[in-house]
């Protein structure tokens, strides 16, 4: 999905679609849930009645006026739709790619006495166990449970390479729609029709489930309060003018409401709350909630695993280190028989350095040992032959194994592993039989510009902790080279839930990433959880982010696209409030000059007339909302720097400018209407 967000702008199809769709959303019934707007429609209403009945409502020879009033509040209603469905549009365009990868294919379903039954992907329920060959599509979301393939997930990453599922593993969770390219996989179906991962992205990006934030629906309290305050003194300023001998027509009066309410920001806001969920979205990470995204912007504490965020993930070997009075030929030759049979990349990095090295074996001669695989209990893997046996793994483990056969080791091992540890790499003793030989230093890579982000976050105010299972020592080197503000070494997955609540317990909103099952009990306690799309169904469910491109370093960027959301619906909504201000001294003072003629010293910007003043401020009124919409959908542009000079920033740039733009653009209008004569 992401080559499709790419491409995917605002073009002329989705400005049409808008252009629409702001019509219909002139509906009460759809207006009332934007009570801001809604009172602007109701006095757009009532000013069209007055111009249909003029007899009615005592306006005859006010048609003129009440007309230009009436489309000027119209057009600000429509300019606030365009600006929601705009950023609905995009929403919708990406759910339409999605619609178009959903498609219904057959697949195979195990019945009770093993068979295999032919049916349509719809029919699929969860339970259900299906195969899936090479070449076909996956039919529905659900867990490997048995073999391995390689997956192409473009049809919702955008990414074309290829992803190794298998069974029991953090990488065994496959979605439908998605297309197997080799070998066969077993699978169990994990969602009923509708309720699949394509189904709940199609409902996200299309806005159906966005729910309000905490904060979003806090400040639109603080508008429909404001509205009803402003309301109060538009009212109380009728018996105020008829005191002093001045009627103000009923179209002026909601004319002058419409202009001090705050219609900016309450016209922008659901606006932001979309743009902010679209810019996740097509940074490829599915939110499942705007409060997801918003809390991402408070976020005190970020918890990161090493291997794979901040480093690369695919140690190394960088070099052989024996022990003293250990020819070199016998370690090397104890590291191949260990790693010969190893898969893994360490194990395959061992014999490239070893042949690097100019030894040379004979695979032949390794054909009739025992393989000793690696477990988490023993922290070792071997390679049993019929006179010897070698293992390999981490040193207090072979330490142990050695001493339980008789063998003793010096002072200068500890000092070798400790050495290799501080230099940020990872000791591998290898050992013969009860002799220790030396020892595997393995590498592994912090990845390129991480430090520099997390000195942003620390400017920040955000605490950064890696967890690691590697030694405090190497843990202590890589902390430090990346940048990191605290780690937990040897960390288990029980204690990173641990971690979380230990950060929450101090008032403090934790982050978090992870993959596999072990991770849904912290993801789901972490206050924003990103799940990566290769892991389990498991850590999806628990989390309320879903990072398509199973990028773990996508948390940094969803925390900045969290700020930038706060920081944009704070900057509008100070340049609304400053806009209200100033409209208000800049026409009040024109209206009541004629009956109070001490008050033109306050008509700063001399305005023509009432009539004209009034036009004037709506017609800015209106045009501030379109003239605002690319900054509400593409965001204010956020640096992080210190919370108190990114908040004088903010006042300076929109609240002066929230001031000063009205007195500039009401006069230039002021003169337009003069020039062309379309003020009463």
Not at 331 to 353: C, K, N, R, W
Not at 557 to 568: C, H, R, S, W, Y
Request: proline share 4%; with cysteine; aromatic share 8%.
């Amino acid at each position: 999905m992401q080559q499709h967000n790419q491409k995917q702008g605002i073009n002329r199809q989705v400005l049409l679609r808008a252009l629409v769709e702001s019509i219909f959303k002139l509906n009460p019934v759809y207006m009332v849930k934007i009570p801001v707007m809604f009172v602007v429609e109701a006095g757009a209403l009532l000013v069209l009645l007055m111009i249909v009945f003029p007899v009615t409502f005592n306006t005859v020879g006010k048609q003129g006026y009440n007309t230009a009033v009436f489309f000027i509040l119209l057009f600000t209603i429509l300019f606030a739709n365009f600006a929601e469905a705009l950023a609905e549009g995009r929403g919708k365009a990406q759910a339409n790619f999605l619609k178009r990868t959903q498609q219904s294919t057959t697949a195979r379903r195990y019945t009770k006495n093993g068979s295999f039954q032919e049916v349509s992907s719809t029919e699929l329920r969860r339970g259900d166990l299906i195969l899936v060959n090479h070449g076909e599509i996956i039919p529905g979301d659900g867990e490997i449970i048995e073999g391995v393939a390689a997956i192409d997930e473009s049809a919702i990453t955008g990414e074309s390479a290829p992803i190794i599922k298998r069974a029991n593993s953090d990488f065994s969770s496959v979605t439908g729609g998605t297309l197997v390219i080799s070998d066969w996989i077993k699978v169990k179906i994990t969602a009923d029709p509708g309720d699949t991962f394509l189904d709940r992205m199609i409902k996200l990006v299309e806005g159906a489930k966005r729910h309000k934030s905490p904060n979003e629906v806090a400040l639109n309290t603080l508008l429909v309060v404001l509205t009803i305050i402003f309301f109060i003194v538009v009212i109380t300023l009728v018996p105020i003018a008829g005191y002093l001998g001045v009627n103000i027509e009923v179209s002026t009066l909601i004319a002058l409401l419409i202009c001090l309410i705050p219609t900016t920001i309450g016209a922008l806001l659901s606006t932001i709350g979309i743009a902010g969920m679209d810019r996740v979205t097509r940074f490829n990470v599915l939110a499942m909630s705007g409060k997801a995204v918003e809390a991402a912007g408070d976020i005190n504490t970020i918890i990161l695993d090493k291997t794979g965020t901040i480093t690369y993930g695919n140690r190394m070997a960088r070099s052989f280190i024996t022990m003293p009075g250990i020819l070199d030929k016998k370690l090397l030759q104890a590291a191949v028989a260990t790693s010969i049979y190893d898969e893994t990349p360490e194990g395959q990095s061992v014999l490239d350095l070893a042949k690097s090295q100019g030894f040379q074996w004979n695979h032949d001669s390794f054909s009739n040992s025992q393989i000793v695989p690696f477990t988490a209990a023993s922290r070792m893997s071997g390679l049993v032959t019929d006179d010897q046996n070698y293992y390999k793994g981490a040193a207090a483990e072979i330490f142990e194994h050695v001493k339980g056969l008789g063998g003793v080791f010096d002072r200068q091992a500890l000092l070798i592993n400790d050495e290799i540890a501080m230099q940020g790499g990872t000791p591998l003793a290898v050992c013969r039989g009860n002799l220790l030989l030396g020892f595997i230093d393995l590498r592994d890579t912090v990845k390129p510009g991480l430090k520099e982000k997390f000195a942003e976050l620390h400017k920040m105010g955000i605490k950064t902790i890696m967890c690691t299972g590697d030694n405090p020592l190497t843990a202590a080197t890589i902390a430090k080279e990346a940048g990191v503000d605290t780690f937990i070494a040897e960390c288990k997955p029980e204690d990173k839930i641990r971690i979380v609540i230990e950060e929450q317990s101090q008032g403090k909103l934790v982050a978090m990433t992870g993959d596999g099952t072990n991770d849904a009990p912290a993801l789901a306690q972490a206050d924003v959880g990103i799940a990566m799309n290769s892991g389990t169904v498991a850590a999806k469910e628990a989390a309320n982010m879903v990072d398509l491109d199973s990028d773990p370093t996508k948390l940094i960027q969803v925390v900045f696209i969290g700020k930038q959301l706060l920081i944009t619906r704070g900057a509008l909504t100070t340049f609304s409030i400053a806009n209200d201000f100033a409209k208000y001294f800049a026409i009040l003072p024109a209206m009541f000059t004629l009956a109070i003629p001490e008050m033109k010293i306050l008509n700063i910007m001399n305005l023509h007339s009432p009539e004209s003043a009034l036009l004037a401020a709506l017609i800015f009124n209106a045009l501030i909302i379109p003239a605002l919409i690319p900054l509400a959908v593409r965001g204010v542009k956020y640096s992080p720097i210190d919370a108190d000079k990114l908040l004088l920033r903010n006042i300076m740039v929109y609240g002066l400018g929230g001031v000063i733009a009205p007195f500039a653009g009401i006069k230039i209008i002021d003169i337009i209407l003069q020039v062309f004569y379309l003020y009463i």
